[in-house]
């Protein structure tokens, strides 16, 4: 048998169907889209990192320092009344000093892996047309665990430079201006002044027409000789089995070996406080849906209350407290709640598996790009849970207006 409360808040209900229905109806959608937008944003949110932790650099160590070092004339006398102005510091060979003992360093780290890069601008010559190129200068054998460009070849590999010293590797946009081939030869110019002829290996493609065209890669030494750099790497990329240990990792690092560290959270910063600010407003759209359906839910628990009021003089006279009177009216906007999200969640489901069917492809691409959908636990959670506190919200006001009903007032005026 049905406990006494909750019985009455059931016939309160299924004595106005039709109104019942159309609450109902308004946390079911409610909830359905609520689960459908917030997988959908959450889907593209984690799509964006997982981009941009795959083709970047957990970690990047550059040859240069956080702060810059104090001139000698200020480290003798600091806060001197004279002050010297416009001093020339003094100038070195840039790169990152004893950048092998720095990787025997990373190396000790568990789930670290490392590897030293090169990089410098120089001009290609090819027939008489000349391209401004970005140089990288890499160790073929550790690159593959440190960075995806491996994966965007499409002729020849990575490893080819290994087997091939003077061989580049050059974009497929690069080969498309210079009607360039593998196996072709080119001629490379560093700001230095310095020239020297490399064969084409390998052809990448990364659809980013700009990377495309500006980057080559090469061996590490054949850059550090083009830039009269030798035994010197300007930067140490750095990938981590957890890519977001990332900011603590690379502030042990840099406190270790002194070189600034920057991880990909610093480095995206900006991209990720957008990202945070694009959740606050998508979070407060969807729930303005969930809000408007609770009014429905307010309006139905309300409309009882005014036309129960002498059942509710009755039932108090008879000996319910405030409490019980109030625990029935509340009692009604849980049942809504719960079932809403019963029957709300798995359209949810629906609309998630239907925009996950969706293929989009964009103009001057070859991929076809599914929509993103976040199928995790805590969407359901969120969205079940804001549907439920939103529908039992809803009949607080009411239920605690039944619960100040006043069983001599409302006997005395029906008798009259």
Not at 334 to 343: E, I, K, P, S, V
Request: proline share 5%; charged share 15%; glycine share 10%.
């Amino acid at each position: 048998m049905m406990p006494v409360l909750p019985g009455i808040a059931l016939r309160h209900l299924l004595a106005r169907k039709r109104q019942t229905l159309v609450s109902l109806f308004g946390i079911m959608l409610g909830t359905a889209f609520f689960l459908g937008i917030s997988a959908l944003m959450q889907g593209s949110e984690a799509d964006f990192i997982h981009r941009l932790i795959d083709n970047s650099p957990h970690i990047t160590i550059e040859d240069e320092f956080r702060n810059p070092h104090l001139q000698p004339v200020a480290q003798l006398y600091p806060g001197a009344v004279i002050q010297m102005h416009r001093v020339k510091p003094e100038t070195e060979t840039r790169g990152i000093r004893g950048y092998k003992q720095a990787l025997d360093y990373l190396r000790t780290m568990p789930g670290l892996r490392a590897s030293p890069l090169m990089q410098g601008q120089g001009l290609v010559s090819f027939a008489g047309k000349d391209e401004a190129l970005s140089l990288n200068g890499i160790i073929p054998q550790d690159i593959d665990r440190v960075s995806t460009i491996g994966s965007y070849m499409t002729v020849g590999t990575i490893q080819d430079l290994a087997a091939n010293p003077d061989g580049i590797i050059i974009g497929s946009e690069l080969a498309r201006l210079l009607s360039l081939e593998r196996g072709e030869s080119i001629t490379v110019s560093a700001t230095t002044g310095q020239r020297r002829v490399f064969k084409i290996v390998g052809i990448f493609h990364t659809g980013r027409a700009s990377y495309d065209q500006s980057q080559v890669f090469l061996a590490l030494k054949r850059v550090q000789a083009l830039l009269n750099r030798p035994n010197r790497a300007n930067s140490i990329i750095v990938k981590l089995d957890d890519p977001y240990a990332a900011h603590d990792t690379a502030g042990r690092i840099e406190t270790r070996l002194g070189y600034k560290s920057v991880s990909w959270q610093e480095a995206s910063e900006d991209m990720m406080s957008a990202l945070a600010l694009r959740n606050i407003i998508m979070y407060s759209v969807v729930s303005a849906v969930l809000v408007v359906a609770a009014f429905g839910i307010y309006n139905v628990i309300s409309t009882v209350v005014m036309e129960k009021q002498r059942d509710i003089a009755i039932l108090k006279s008879m000996g319910f407290h405030a409490g019980d009177i109030q625990s029935i009216f509340l009692t009604e906007g849980l049942l809504l709640g719960a079932l809403g999200c019963g029957l709300g969640l798995p359209l949810g489901m629906a609309i998630m598996y239907g925009l996950g069917l969706l293929h989009f492809k964009f103009p001057g691409t070859s991929q076809v790009t599914p929509m993103p959908i976040d199928w995790g636990w805590h969407q359901f959670v969120i969205a079940g849970g804001f549907a439920f506190l939103a529908a039992v919200g809803a009949a607080v006001l009411p239920a605690r207006r039944a619960a100040r009903v006043r069983p001599v007032d409302i006997l005395r005026g029906a008798g009259a």
